[in-house]
């Protein structure tokens, strides 16, 4: 069953500005990852952020974690033409026998204007 | 060097036919997976095999068996194709321990069933 949730669907902005993409998921997670998706690609891993943990930053990536509201936020900053694509979350269930299950939320597409 | 590569990336049968989708990865991983992305960007995993042994099976069609000759390898096979099977299928893999890692994916095989 679908975990996370993303939000906005889409999302346009203007290189240079920021962009914040937030998830919301339904049950208690390890950790919840964050991917971005080019057109016509694989994903691509951007961030793990562990349930303990509360904010983390990767160059112009910051991600926040609020697991009493069950929420997870992406800021991208100074946002530039490559950043266009969908973004995911995921939140990690484990499985039994020590196999990761990661649940997918739909996506964020985010479109970076020149 | 391609860390997790699928073949074929493009897959157009016919309703009824047979087909299989291979994925090798060289990471090293002990862990892969197999994903299906429907036409609204949806991605939900199907399975998870861990050293040669399936481990997440989730409520996929018997008409789709994987196949892992080892560790590097997880091939996918459909009998019977329906047009309900048209979407991307993406291969996976993660080296999983005592803590969650990220997930390598490779870049798709879309699938179109006529």
């Known amino acids: 069953s679908q975990q996370g949730e993303e939000d906005p669907q889409a999302l346009s902005i203007q290189e240079g500005e920021n962009a914040t993409m937030n998830c919301s998921y339904k049950?208690?997670?390890?950790?919840l990852q964050w991917y971005r998706q080019n057109s016509g690609r694989g994903l691509v891993h951007l961030i793990l952020?562990?349930?303990?943990?509360r904010e983390k930053h990767s160059g112009r990536l910051r991600v926040t974690l609020d697991t009493s509201k069950k929420s997870s936020s992406l800021l991208i900053t100074a946002s530039r033409a490559a950043d266009t694509a969908s973004y995911f979350c995921?939140?990690?269930?484990?499985?039994?026998?020590?196999?990761?299950?990661?649940?997918f939320g739909k996506g964020t597409k985010l479109t970076v204007n020149p | 060097d391609t860390a997790v590569s699928q073949t074929p990336k493009y897959l157009v049968t016919q309703m009824g036919n047979d087909k299989s989708i291979k994925c090798e990865q060289n990471?090293?991983?002990?862990?892969m997976y197999w994903y299906k992305q429907d036409s609204k960007k949806f991605l939900k995993i199907m399975f998870s095999?861990?050293?040669?042994?399936?481990?997440i099976n989730e409520t996929v069609p018997n008409r789709f068996s994987p196949k892992s000759p080892d560790k590097a390898h997880l091939n996918l096979h459909i009998n019977s194709l329906e047009l309900g099977d048209s979407a991307v299928y993406f291969c996976?893999?993660?080296?999983?321990?005592?803590?969650?890692?990220?997930?390598?994916f490779g870049p798709g095989t879309r699938l179109t069933v006529t």
């Open positions: 996976a893999s993660s080296q999983v321990g005592t803590i969650s890692y990220e997930q390598y």
């Open positions: 049950t208690s997670i390890n950790n």
């Open positions: 952020i562990r349930s303990n943990e």
């Open positions: 995921a939140t990690d269930n484990r499985y039994q026998g020590g196999s990761e299950k990661l649940v």
């Open positions: 990471l090293g991983h002990d862990t």
């Open positions: 095999y861990n050293n040669k042994e399936l481990i």
